[in-house]
């Protein structure tokens, strides 16, 4: 079945470094793939999302490209800040009627 | 527009108990899903309406757990009795489409801790 391959956290970082979270994912066909971010005591919410092959996603500075060849969908930002510390999941999305199916999560911390 | 809402948001019962999770989807939302995050975790999928009914319930663990969405509108999970392995966050979801990109938008959770 579809699964999702997440780096083991936490990563730790200082501020204003640059993160790669690495993602890789096995599926068959098309699938959807996403990023969800889990901040403290909150919900999980969309960070970003590509549909087809060599799409970018990007939102709050983060980006991720759908690499079909090489089954990824790495997450990355330039400059991290203590305020992007959170859990991040990687995602897919199989065509049709399909659920999500996650990551395990990473967590970043990133210290000033 | 409201999010998709949940409650309790935090519940703590004893072994044995029985707990009632409410989730309200984003107006008009025909799909609704359950998911669950388990002692840090992947976040497993549980089931998936299409209004009323049960598109996917491959999810489920065991017969402790029941889900309803009568009427097509909000939903419940109860787990009858709860086990201290159910301890975890449940996160709802909802979407107007089910197909490929579609963007599911989740709830904040219920942390559900069994004592």
């Known amino acids: 079945g579809d699964s999702v391959t997440q780096m083991e956290g936490p990563v730790t970082l200082s501020e204003e470094a640059f993160l790669t979270i690495n993602c890789t994912y096995t599926a068959t066909g098309y699938p959807s793939l996403f990023w969800y971010v889990q901040y403290p005591g909150e919900g999980l919410q969309l960070l970003l999302k590509?549909?087809?092959?060599?799409d970018k996603g990007s939102n709050k500075g983060f980006e991720a490209t759908y690499r079909k060849e090489t089954t990824s969908f790495h997450l990355e930002k330039g400059s991290v800040q203590v305020s992007d510390s959170a859990v991040y999941f990687c995602?897919?999305?199989?065509?049709?009627?399909?659920?999500?199916?996650f990551g395990t999560g990473t967590r970043l911390l990133v210290s000033p | 527009e409201a999010g998709v809402t949940q409650f309790p948001s935090h519940s703590v019962i004893e072994k044995g108990q029985t707990v009632t999770l409410r989730c309200d989807p984003i107006s008009g939302h025909d799909n609704l899903y359950w998911y669950r995050r388990v002692m840090g975790k992947e976040i497993k999928f549980l089931l998936h309406?299409?209004?009323?009914?049960?598109?996917?319930e491959s999810g489920m663990p065991n017969n402790r757990f029941l889900a309803e969405r009568t009427g097509g509108t909000y939903s419940t999970l109860k787990v009858q009795p709860a086990e201290l392995e159910d301890s975890g966050v449940y996160f709802c979801?909802?979407?107007?489409?089910?197909?490929?990109?579609?963007?599911?938008?989740f709830g904040e959770g219920s942390w559900l801790t069994v004592v």
């Open positions: 309406f299409v209004k009323e009914s049960k598109q996917d």
């Open positions: 995602a897919l999305r199989g065509t049709g009627f399909q659920k999500l199916v």
């Open positions: 979801a909802s979407s107007p489409w089910a197909q490929g990109g579609n963007t599911i938008y």
């Open positions: 590509a549909t087809k092959a060599d």
